[in-house]
């Protein structure tokens, strides 16, 4: 297959290394000295040239108007990438908001968004739990063993999640609204938490854990947090905490967003490879 990798962070270097052992691999939107061992395409359009597949980083974008590159110096726009694109080339990236896709549609580019393959979603999920354990370890001045800790969701990450903490010896808790997730929790050994009950368990705990995207911890929630508890939101925009107010209330918060990338990019490349590998194979392109 002739790729293209296209901007991104540590993972999608590491990812385009991974893809060269079996594939023709094209690169942009990197400054050269972030590279090493693969050569920097000198113009978009040279790069995007006679590949059949485009990929995009995790997420694809911030705000739905450049590429997501922090590892370049310049900013790539979404318009130009698409309109530089063929027809029959196919756009793959994370997290691909309903904006991107729009502007993908005008220019009749296919895309497939990574974060919606379960294979990748479920894996993801360890290296993000592990992160959001490590940013706690850094940041607590106790243990998380013998900690209370809560979790606020049972998805993907707050499964793996409350399994290692629960691992480690920490006191687990997890919110939920599904009355089927609380009977697993229980099941597992957590201490489960009906989101109406929620407001009675948050003073109890050293530290929280957020995986639920919508801004669940507001003003009323945030004044039942004790101000010696640290709250790791692992959610995507717009995130699940009241951030300003936290801070008027001196709890401390962490937005942890991107932890594959930053605590295990090789993990998370391996990951992204054998997916993409799955999609080409189920395009039999």
Known sequence: MRITVLGGDERSIKLAKLLLE??????????????????????????????????????????NEYLNTPLYSYEIGLREIFESMKKEQIFIGGKITKEVLGIANTYSIRTIDLMKREELAVLNAIPTAE?????????????????????????????????????????????????????????????PIDLKDLEDFLGKVD??????????????????????????????????????KAKELKIKTIWALGLPGKVAPSTAATVIKDTIHNIIEELGV
């Open 22 to 63: 079996d594939h023709h691999i094209k690169v942009f939107g990197f400054d050269k000295e972030k590279i090493d061992c693969l050569e920097v395409n000198e113009s978009l359009v040279i790069a995007l040239e006679g590949s059949d597949i485009v990929i995009g980083p995790i997420p694809c974008s911030h705000d």
């Open 131 to 191: 992160g959001a354990i490590q940013t706690a370890m850094e940041t607590m001045d106790i243990t998380l063993h013998g900690s209370n800790a809560m979790i606020l969701g049972f998805g993907r990450v707050g499964k793996v999640l409350a399994k290692t903490l629960y691992g480690i010896g920490a006191n687990v808790f997890v919110e939920a609204r599904n009355h089927n997730d609380l009977a697993w929790i229980k099941a597992y050994g957590y201490v």
């Open 207 to 244: 530290v929280i854990f957020n995986t639920i995207p919508i801004k669940i911890l507001d003003e009323k929630m945030l004044h039942n947090i004790n101000k010696g508890t640290l709250v790791i939101d692992l959610a995507s925009t717009p995130g699940g905490v009241d951030f300003e």
